[in-house]
């Protein structure tokens, strides 16, 4: 037989079913019923089923060492479930690792079979007569099988894993500009950001010249029409003037962000002026790597090589393909290795950018590395991240996804879970309630309500089955299962 007891609301367990407390067979806490509503009265039909509050009996044979022992068994008994009832705090009756959640609010005296043992009737007051239990499952590192969003590759065959990133422009910086024209490369920023200027400026993005006087500044300039591989034209009205423009280029904030360095190099890695570099979160065989769209920005230079590299550990890095890119204006490539033997174990993959044209190189040029999909396929499967909902019908479930991550969005079988347009950092989380159809983001000790920013399946329950579990990059995902049964699991 399952372990039988009652856990008050403040953690005291009192178990059913050996001394000094000893539950009868003759109980109704297993019979359960339920309601219907109705519809039609010639021909009558049902439009729903619920369940209503319910009320249950069960006995207990209470002994104790000598009728002192058992009198303080009772007082104790009592005690414990009547202090939940005066605080309003339900507690729980068990069986095995189901429960219900109820009020123990009617006592019974029966008899004394001897001195030092009695019986007693209680009722229990239920809100709801489901037995309910949570199981949770923890994930972390990359998502197995295949992942794509909405404009990734096409899908690879049963024998690959596939990962993609989004990569987005996100730059900042002082321009000086004279009466010559400056370009400023636009990459795939979506907004001009001026913060202050020291003397009046003209800029072109499309049509005819705009005037920018400092106390117009700061000001924002919507640039999203224009191209990747266009270029802003600032210059002063009045030459020989010189203004100095403090300006950033913003990224659409739907992308996922991922840093690089550095916008003006002060620091060199090794013979590279600029790389980002994406952690798969463990070491894969691979057998196949793209870098869609890759672009890089360098001001008064002839040309520049974009090299891919793969790394074991982070510190010994083993180039893969480059690319020379001739700046006469700015463009995008595609670097691509595929591997059909001897498949390379990779954790960490990066894209970096190094300079020709000069064979001293000079610290203060500005250098970007830009791209818009990255794809990582594996050699063979990584095992997929599953879940299983063995009962009988969908459940709810509180699914939490940790920082640091953008977009958090988790796919659990048909169904997208998460945010959009929001950002955790490190040590902030976000919490998915399907039951209670909340969505709130944990910062700073407090919790906010996100609700708006949820996806349109997030409410949705977890199918019954095994249903695979995709996220996009590195994420640690908490899914806790609510199940809910007429009856206990007998076994």
């Known amino acids: 037989m399952k372990d039988i007891y009652y856990k008050s609301s403040e953690g005291v367990i009192i178990n059913l079913i050996q001394k000094p407390y000893k539950m009868l067979d003759d109980t109704d806490l297993f019979n359960w019923e339920w309601d219907y509503e109705t519809a039609g009265s010639n021909y009558p039909y049902?439009?729903?089923?619920?369940?209503?509050?319910?009320?249950?009996?069960?006995?207990?044979?209470?002994?104790?060492?000598?009728?002192?022992?058992?009198?303080?068994?009772?007082?104790?008994?009592?005690?414990?479930?009547?202090?939940?009832?005066?605080?309003?705090q339900a507690g729980k009756l068990y069986y095995g690792n189901y429960y219900r959640e109820c009020f123990i609010t009617g006592h019974t005296k029966g008899k004394f079979l001897k001195k030092n043992i009695s019986t007693h009737g209680f009722?229990?007051?239920?809100?709801?007569?489901?037995?309910?239990?949570?199981?949770?499952?923890?994930?972390?590192?990359?998502?197995?099988?295949?992942?794509?969003?909405?404009?990734?590759?096409?899908?690879?065959?049963?024998?690959?894993?596939?990962?993609?990133?989004?990569v987005c422009a996100d730059t900042e910086g002082i321009l000086p500009v004279?009466?010559?024209?400056?370009?400023?490369?636009?990459?795939?920023?979506?907004?001009?950001?001026?913060?202050?200027?020291?003397?009046?400026?003209?800029?072109?993005?499309?049509?005819?010249?705009?005037?920018?006087?400092?106390?117009?500044?700061?000001i924002d300039i919507d640039i999203s029409s224009m191209k990747p591989n266009d270029a802003i034209h600032i210059k002063t009205p009045v030459s020989p003037l010189t203004s100095f423009v403090t300006y950033s280029l913003l990224g659409d904030e739907d992308l996922t962000y991922i840093d690089w360095q550095t916008d003006y190099v002060s620091e060199y890695v090794g013979d590279f002026h600029s790389y980002f570099m994406i952690d798969l979160g463990f070491p894969i065989e691979i057998k196949y790597i793209k870098g869609l769209d890759v672009g890089c920005v360098v001001e008064n230079l002839s040309s520049a090589e974009i090299i891919l590299q793969t790394s074991f550990d982070g510190e010994n890095w083993?180039?893969?393909?480059?690319?020379?890119?001739?700046?006469?204006?700015?463009?995008?490539?595609?670097?691509e290795k595929e591997w059909t033997s001897n498949y390379p174990t990779v954790r960490y993959i990066r894209i970096v950018g190094n300079e020709y044209g000069s064979d001293t190189p000079r610290r203060t040029r500005p250098f970007k590395i830009l791209t818009n999909k990255f794809q990582v396929r594996a050699n063979g499967d990584i095992p997929a991240r599953n879940i299983i909902n063995d009962n009988y019908i969908d459940c709810d479930a509180i699914i939490t996804i940790y920082g640091p991550t953008s977009n958090p969005i988790v796919t659990i079988g048909?169904?997208?879970?998460?945010?959009?347009?929001?950002?955790?950092?490190?040590?902030?989380?976000?919490?998915?309630?399907?039951?209670?159809?909340?969505?709130?983001?944990?910062?700073?000790?407090?919790?906010?309500?996100?609700?708006?920013?949820?996806?349109?399946?997030?409410?949705?329950?977890?199918?019954?089955?095994t249903s695979e579990i995709l996220w996009n990059g590195n994420l640690k995902v908490e899914i806790e299962k609510l199940l809910t049964r007429s009856d206990p699991k007998w076994n």
């Not at 049902?46 to 369940?51: E, G, V, Y």
């Not at 002994?63 to 202090?83: A, C, K, P, Q, Y």
């Not at 972390?140 to 590759?153: H, I, Q, W």
């Open 178 to 218: 004279t009466s010559t024209d400056r370009n400023l490369i636009v990459g795939m920023a979506q907004t001009l950001h001026i913060e202050e200027i020291t003397g009046v400026i003209q800029y072109l993005t499309t049509g005819s010249y705009v005037t920018v006087q400092p106390n117009d500044c700061p």
């Open 414 to 465: 048909e169904n997208e879970y998460g945010a959009v347009n929001t950002t955790l950092d490190d040590g902030e989380k976000l919490e998915i309630n399907t039951r209670d159809e909340t969505v709130q983001k944990f910062t700073d000790d407090t919790w906010l309500n996100i609700y708006a920013n949820r996806t349109d399946e997030s409410f949705n329950k977890i199918p019954i089955g």
């Open 46 to 88: 049902i439009t729903a089923f619920k369940k209503q509050m319910v009320s249950k009996q069960f006995n207990l044979v209470i002994s104790g060492s000598s009728e002192t022992d058992m009198l303080n068994n009772i007082e104790h008994f009592v005690e414990v479930v009547d202090r939940d009832v005066r605080l309003n």
């Open 123 to 166: 009722t229990i007051v239920a809100e709801n007569g489901d037995w309910k239990h949570e199981e949770t499952s923890v994930y972390e590192g990359l998502s197995g099988g295949v992942y794509l969003n909405s404009n990734a590759m096409p899908s690879v065959s049963s024998n690959e894993t596939n990962y993609s990133y989004d």
């Open 318 to 335: 083993t180039n893969v393909e480059s690319v020379s890119m001739p700046l006469s204006r700015f463009n995008y490539v595609t670097l």
